[in-house]
């Protein structure tokens, strides 16, 4: 299990989530609320997605070629519109909010058949309705790894 957890605040914009998934080398963080409470999942897929569905709407909007068409353009200033304005404005909203999880003690194989069943990569675990850490396919792969090598 790895603890403490790198977790994101549920206000995090999505450019501020990449900065902290690049910066700590993570793939996922949990949305942490002020009492402590898991909200969420966000992922490198969710920011994925989000980036792919902003552009597709920004796309979909004569208001994105402002650049291309200064000369053309009405005055945007304080107007949001172009690709990188709206990605910055949205937040950790895209997470996934149904999130599995397992308590403190569960036994490694439990943990391995949750992340198999829900087809998850990680899954978080729990104390007294806390998030307290999280397990990865790559800590049950240490856990193999140490057990063939004995």
Request: proline share 5%.
């Amino acid at each position: 299990m790895t603890d403490p957890v790198v977790s994101v605040g549920p206000d995090s914009s999505l450019p501020e989530v990449l900065r902290i998934f690049v910066a700590e080398n993570i793939h996922g963080a949990p949305v942490v609320d002020d009492e402590g409470q898991l909200a969420g999942v966000i992922t490198t897929s969710d920011l994925l997605r989000a980036q792919e569905n902003e552009r597709d709407a920004a796309l979909a909007t004569v208001d994105y070629l402002r650049d291309v068409l200064e000369f053309s353009a009405p005055d945007w200033s304080g107007d949001v519109t172009d690709f990188q304005d709206r990605l910055g404005i949205r937040t950790v909203e895209v997470m996934t909010k149904s999130v599995v999880s397992v308590p403190s003690d569960a036994p490694v194989a439990d943990i391995a058949r949750t992340l198999r069943e829900n087809q998850i990569h990680r899954v978080w675990v729990k104390d007294a309705g806390r998030l307290c850490g999280v397990v990865s396919t790559l800590d049950l792969m240490a856990v193999i790894e140490q057990g063939c090598v004995g």
